[in-house]
């Protein structure tokens, strides 16, 4: 086994799976990738790649090793993740509240009240239990032998899910025999924790059977195959915006009974996008009337409208301040250090080293609008300059990271890959939890470090071993 | 059930019925147009698959003339055309990507896999090759029906699949009928002559019925016993009475299931009744075309019906 770096424990992990692959016949997993491929393609399990009309709806690429966290690790991890899942619902209650965060200096007032993710609309709302990201996806990554380091925070509408649980189905359906061997905790029960979830943030009025959606923009999305394996796996109707409607302050749904009304909404469309009457006029995906029946409190919205303001990558660099604040203790799961191109000091240094930084938009995602200095040209790197200097707000900056690496299936042999990872943490007014595994991606080029589907990533199964 | 789920299922089951038809149709333009015959048959023939498809003022609109190598291309494959076989499987696949969670992952493969394959398949232009892509096209739409009875529960998903499939069969039905009667034979033939002989055994053939033909009626092959059958008959699974017969029980069952009839039920049943009491006499006394306009526009109302009713 090349390529697994990190403590003795992870490599440990490893050794069952190591065992296995020698005494496996060579070209066994190639056989197992091609079936794998086959059977995603069949399925539809696809994913689109805006501007990319030809290849409309592409496969993720599925790597078919899969990528082991021991059971300690996982538990440490657990904990850091429902400390700062934890931290970041009191901060948005809080900055949509009596904002004290700010009034005790934790973050700039400016970088909350003129940031674009910031919802004016929501300033003294209170969602049901204050839960705000009610679904919010950690990327992380392993730096070292000490553990993850945080690299983002999605509090708005994560995606990756479904590769988490379709991943597993494959791999339990490729390699029975791995399953028997190893003691890997199910990460099954993720929809039924969802829909637990989801029906414990509902509205008073809703009772014990709410009506639950997912709000989809449209099969055209990029993530829409998701958005229908969530609907079905909850059992619960997958609706479009056209297909709700507001009547006094109620939501509802046509049916081919009557309408019918709607008390918790998964949505999977951008806040500008949820209501041409309040946010962009433009949108033919929303549903008029929507956030005044919110605000009436007639119906929750999972995530809450307003939660990007906490994602934010500029936010993301006073997230351990925030999390000492709420929380009161220190953060157990840290930060990549980042430099803030706002504070003149910090913007000098990284100008003068920008050829060996990352650099990011603010408010960009997806791998999209990034520069990875070591990996670029000259001019790339100037032309990136002259953006950073023009605009210093929009962006923040972190040193490449030596990012660890999960062997992969590469031709015929196994190399070492950069991998990141996000786990999925579910609030809700019932309490935290964390499905045990997460989606791995991983960069599939050689020395690569962007993971992201839309830049060339794959995905692998992650498993958490169990005592 | 959304509205909008049963509004694409409803146009799945038709679109996938609609692009079986072009096919049959296609198939038997090219039998026709390879008779022995004056000239103008083969023209004839051609202009007669238009008519069928009911397309003949877009047809004309876009500057084309009938010929063999115009109406495959139109009907089959042309970008100007929305209800070609390529449009029509396409809308179905669209239609049926939009409400994935309503069907079974056998009925999804099946409509997945035409819409594959109608990329794999290119534009083949050889007769032979054409031939062999009709003949894909009608395999298509058996595995799509046949995976949708096999494997979908039978709750309102699968009425409005059906249904769908159902108001287009007869909708088909009736204009292969009204375009044989009224249209094909060229006037300065013999009805009952050769060439309205091999026309009549193509249009049964042309809805795999030449065989039931001799079955129900063991004679030669008459007009007016093949409108019989492609009207009246409660055994053939795509005469407009059948078709009808199928209306009423999918509207019916979504009664059930609903606890509620509506103006599309009441519209449905009445019109069966109708078909109860019909005779082909007194059809033909009154003229099978005009019979045929009539069922067509009531057809079409009761589509409105089931889309006021279900649909929005």
């Not at chain 1, 070292?144 to 590769?163: A, H, I, K, M, Q």
């Not at chain 1, 809703?206 to 009506?211: C, H, L, S, V």
């Not at chain 1, 490449?400 to 992969?408: G, M």
């Not at chain 2, 375009?179 to 009805?191: F, I, N």
């Amino acid at each position: 086994m090349s390529g697994t770096s990190g403590s003795n424990e992870v490599r440990q992990c490893y050794r069952t799976l190591a065992r296995w692959l020698d005494a496996a016949p060579p070209d066994l997993l190639q056989s197992r990738s091609r079936q794998a491929e086959l059977f995603f393609r069949r399925m539809g399990v696809t994913f689109a790649v805006y501007g990319d009309v030809e290849s409309n709806e592409r496969l993720i690429p599925f790597d078919v090793v899969p990528r082991i966290i021991g059971a300690k690790e996982w538990t440490d991890l657990e904990k850091g993740l429902k400390q700062r899942v934890s931290a970041i619902n009191a901060f948005l209650k809080d900055i949509y509240g009596p904002q004290e965060c700010i009034r005790a200096g934790v973050v700039p007032a400016d970088l909350i009240l003129t940031n674009p993710h910031y919802r004016p609309e929501m300033q003294g709302r209170r969602p049901p239990g204050d839960i705000w990201t009610h679904i919010c996806g950690v990327d992380l990554v392993r730096t070292g032998e000490d553990g993850f380091v945080v690299l983002e925070d999605n509090c708005r509408t994560p995606s990756g899910v479904s590769y988490m649980l379709e991943n597993r189905e494959m791999m339990m359906r490729l390699f029975p025999d791995l399953f028997a061997e190893h003691r890997i905790r199910p990460v099954e029960t993720y929809t039924d924790m969802l829909l637990a979830s989801l029906v414990a943030s509902a509205p008073a009025h809703a009772g014990a059977d709410p009506n639950i959606v997912v709000l989809t923009p449209g099969p055209y999305n990029s993530a829409y195959y998701e958005h229908s394996f969530l609907a079905d796996k909850l059992g619960v109707e997958l609706v479009e915006g056209g297909d709700l409607l507001v009547n006094d302050d109620i939501v509802y749904m046509r049916t081919t009974q009557g309408l019918k009304r709607v008390d918790v909404i998964y949505r999977r469309v951008d806040d500008d996008w949820l209501d041409p009457l309040t946010f962009r006029p433009d949108s033919s995906v929303g549903v008029p009337g929507l956030m005044a029946a919110y605000v009436a409190g007639n119906v929750t919205l999972s995530n809450a409208v307003g939660t990007g303001v906490a994602d934010d990558k500029a936010v993301y660099t006073y997230m351990p301040e925030i999390i000492r604040f709420f929380s009161g203790g220190d953060p157990i799961l840290g930060n990549v250090p980042t430099w803030r191109c706002r504070e003149p000091d910090a913007l000098k240094e990284v100008l003068d080293k920008l050829p060996e930084l990352v650099v990011k938009e603010v408010g960009g995602s997806g791998g999209y609008g990034m520069l990875v200095g070591p990996a670029s040209t000259k001019a790339e790197i100037e032309a990136f300059r002259a953006k950073l200097i023009a605009d210093p707000d929009d962006f923040i900056a972190q040193p490449t990271l030596a990012l660890s690496t999960a062997p992969t299936l590469d031709g015929g042999t196994l190399s070492p890959r950069h991998v990141d990872l996000r786990p999925f943490v579910l609030s809700s007014p019932a309490g935290v939890r964390v499905a045990p595994g997460g989606l791995t991606r991983v960069a599939l080029k050689q020395g690569s470090l962007v993971v992201n589907s839309s830049q060339g990533g794959g995905t692998k199964d992650t498993w958490v071993l169990d005592d | 059930m959304l509205s909008r789920t049963a509004d694409s299922l409803y146009w799945t089951g038709r679109y996938m019925e609609r692009a079986d038809f072009l096919a049959r149709i296609l198939e038997a333009a090219v039998r026709l147009a390879a008779l022995p015959a004056k000239d103008g048959a083969a023209a004839t023939a051609w202009a007669s698959a238009i008519a069928s498809a009911g397309v003949s003022q877009a047809f004309a609109a876009s500057g084309r003339t009938p010929n063999e190598k115009s109406v495959r291309e139109y009907l089959a494959f042309a970008p100007d055309n929305s209800s070609s076989i390529r449009a029509c499987i396409t809308a179905a696949r669209t239609n049926a990507r939009s409400v994935r969670t309503a069907l079974t992952i056998e009925l999804w493969e099946a409509i997945n896999g035409a819409w594959n394959g109608l990329k794999e398949m290119g534009e083949p232009t050889k007769r032979d090759d054409f031939v062999r892509f009709l003949e894909w096209v009608k395999t298509t739409s058996l595995n799509v029906e046949g995976a949708s009875s096999r494997t979908m529960l039978r709750n309102d998903a699968y009425w409005f699949l059906r249904l769908g499939m159902a108001i287009e069969r007869a909708d088909n039905t009736a204009r292969l009928l009204d375009v044989k009667y009224h249209l094909l034979l060229p006037a300065d033939e013999r009805v009952g002559g050769q060439l309205d002989y091999f026309q009549w055994t193509t249009l049964l053939r042309e809805v795999s019925a030449l065989t039931a033909y001799r079955w129900v009626y063991r004679e030669s092959v008459r007009p007016w016993l093949v409108a019989d059958l492609m009207v009246l008959n409660r055994q053939m699974p795509r005469s407009l009475a059948s078709c009808q017969g199928m209306i009423v029980s999918y509207l019916e069952r979504l009664a059930t299931d609903y606890g509620r009839r509506g103006p599309a039920q009441r519209l449905a049943s009445a019109r069966l009744a109708q078909f109860n009491e019909a005779k082909i006499e007194d059809i033909f006394q009154s003229g099978l075309h005009e019979y045929i306009l009539g069922f067509l526009s009531e057809n079409n109302a009761l589509a409105g019906a089931i889309h006021d009713q279900y649909l929005v």
